[in-house]
Structure formats: C-alpha cells, structure tokens
C-alpha cells in the first residue's frame, strides 16, 4: 500500500477534520492561501528544561501539570524548571514528497521563541534529530518555522496504513505529532472523520 496522499485528498480530509474539530470545541482551523490549503491549532503545553545543556526536557500530560508553573532559581542547574510553552502547529501538503508536512513555532510565556536546541530536547531522542526537526521557511508563509522533515513519511505510512485510506491524516498526525506534543483527543479515534 502507498503512504503517499493526493493533493485533492489532503484538502478534503483536512476539511473533514476541521468539522469534526469544531463539533469537539478542540481548536483546529482551516486556513487557505490562494491555491494553498493548510491546517492550523495552538495549544499551551507545560515543558519542564533543565537548565543544563546535558538533559533532555519533558512535555508533562495534563493530569500532572500543575497550574501554578514554579521555577527553583537557586538551584536552576540541577532542579527542573517548568515552563508554559506556546505551539503553533501547521499541517501544509508537500507536493514534492506528496505527503503532508507539520511544521511548527514554539515559544516562551514571555514570547521568545525557543532556540533550535530547545526544540530538539522536546522531540524523542533519535540519532537523527538533527535532520528531523529542521528549521526553514513555511511554504506558505515564507516565514522561519520548524519543520518535521517529510523524508521518511511515505515508509511511515505505509507501514500503518490501514484499510481506511480516508483516516490518513488523522494516523499521521497521531503518529508523528506526538514528538513535538501535539496530539489528537481520543474521540478523533472513535468517530467517523471523513
């Protein structure tokens, strides 16, 4: 089975999505651009860095998040601080690999956005890391985003592909999403999103 996806496809699952995201109140929205058509959510997740270089950080779930965020000044090289970081997540279509492509911005509460080191602790350790979370343009924007390289999307999917060609989207984002903390509410699963 392909892991690709037709342009055609992509506009009308993300629009399927959308709807189904307006139902559920979870935020997504519908942007086009012209010709191009993307897809657009932000959220707020708690990360906990450690000051050091060293260590990885950690987007902590909801259920552990605590509300008031605390940060330990004195011993800020050895405790973990944590942070409320702002996502903005862009679902776009890659002509070039026919795939859609996430790409992203994250930033303090105090609106500087993260240096690259900072995004790459986020994302899973991988060998790869590097060349995984790049940062370049938005093809729409023509603004500096990072970007989920599409490289590897077409194997990905077409190891997990199902059956059900109309839920591509919704198992990619649920596949890679999640290395940069976006991830999809439960009832995406359980509907019939297409």
Not at 2 to 27: M, N, P, Y
Not at 92 to 116: D, M
């Amino acid at each position: 089975m392909s892991g690709t996806l037709s342009e055609d496809e992509f506009r009308k699952q993300c629009r399927a999505l959308v709807a189904f995201s307006e139902k559920i109140g979870d935020g997504w929205e519908l942007r086009e651009n012209g010709d191009d058509i993307y897809i657009v959510k932000k959220v707020k997740l708690p990360i906990q860095f450690r000051e050091d270089s060293s260590e990885e950080c950690a987007i902590i779930p909801e259920s552990d998040a605590d509300e008031d965020m605390v940060e330990d000044s004195e011993n800020s090289s050895i405790v973990p601080t944590t942070h409320l970081i702002s996502f903005e997540y862009h679902v776009t279509y890659s002509c070039s690999y026919s795939v859609p492509v996430l790409y992203f911005l994250a930033w303090h509460s105090t609106g500087q956005l993260l240096r690259v080191e900072e995004v790459w602790k986020i994302a899973p350790p991988c060998s790869d890391t590097y060349s995984y979370i790049t940062q370049i343009d938005h093809p729409v924007l023509a603004r500096p985003f990072y970007e989920l390289h599409p490289c590897r999307t077409e194997q990905l999917m077409a190891l997990i592909q199902c059956e059900e060609s109309d839920k591509y989207l919704l198992s990619w984002i649920s596949s890679i999403g999640r290395d940069v903390g976006l991830c999809l509410d439960i009832r995406y699963a359980m509907s019939d999103v297409s």
